[in-house]
């Protein structure tokens, strides 16, 4: 399928995946992967199911030896020029055949999610002796090697040893459950990144990515030079940052430790925080574990703090033939043409890439701290 200079590369197999079929890939109406800094990203392929050759009177060809199948394996790439771009490794998880009539034309519908779905698939019961949570997530990430699944752990700032002789580190739940708790203990986030050749997808678990260099920058109101379609739009949510104030028991020494917190300890993207302008009415919230060292608690507790830093939305729909490029989610972008208030870094949240012959759109979700420009200049190419 090509578009406008954009070309979808669909493969799909029970173990390994192969590009589909001409006949195959000339049925693809439209394609949808959603991708998250959060929780699991999915996708959503259309084909035109309508009867047609020798064997029309039996069932429509798209129903038959098909790829495209409960469980199997599905790699959705995206090429600008000559640079090809993993949207998508996953895993086939519904099919939807909705029959043809006077009105409206057969297609079928296929919906998958990415391999993050072979960790959520079986609850277990389990015990971590002596292991801190990175070393946990280590511990899991490897039985799924043979997967493709290649982790990228980031160690806590903080992190004590649990001693056998004080607390055991259980599992209740399944693998990924088990990681995004790990994850939520510690204010990071943890997803599945496809790539950066098919077959092949990183495990991250650590902090949100708010450091390196920019993708090319998001262009509002600037004429030929424009590449989000209409206005963008921005929200302030002032209820979104909080802090912590409480006290713990130090299982060790028995001594009460105070526990709060005061500051965003991230990279700041904004000039302007929103939890610093509005600090006398940043809501507090009581610190309640038990059981566990101050020096962990502290750490918990900041994690809280910084995980409700993005309270500055935008939200907007990118032309992806005159961006020129692929935008990705986990990563910051620059933003120019919305003025200071609104321009400079922002971390993207979410990227939802809709594919369809002769367009490609991208509708993003991006994420601060507050209002203003940090940084002089954006990366524009």
Known sequence: MSALGTRLTILAGPSIPMPLTPDLTARVRDVTVTESDEGRSAFTITLDAGRSGPLAALDTPVLGRTPLRANNRVVLMV???????VLMD?????TE?????????????ITGQDLSLLLDRHEVSAEHVGLTDHLQVLAIAA????EGLIPSVIPPPVSEPPLPIERTPTQQGTDWAHLHQLAAANG???????GP??????LYWGPPVRAGAPQKALSVDLGPDTTVIGS????EDVLGPEVVDGEVQDPRTGAVIPVRTFAVTRPPLAAMPVWAVHAPSVRTRAYRDTGISAVTALANAQARTDAAMNCVTGTGRLDGAVYGAVLRPRGLVGMRGAGWSHDGLWYVQQVVHQLSPGR???????GREGYGSTVPVVKVS
């Open 232 to 235: 963008p739009t921005f929200r």
């Open 97 to 109: 055949y909705v029959p043809g009539s006077a009105q409206t034309q057969a297609s079928v519908r």
């Open 197 to 202: 050749v098919p077959g092949v997808s990183t």
């Open 143 to 146: 039985r799924y090697a043979a």
């Open 188 to 194: 990071f986030v943890c997803y599945v990144d496809p």
């Open 90 to 94: 996953g895993i086939v998880t519904e």
């Open 79 to 85: 090429t600008l020029g000559v640079v090809p771009h």
């Open 360 to 366: 490609y759109t991208a509708d993003f979700t991006l």
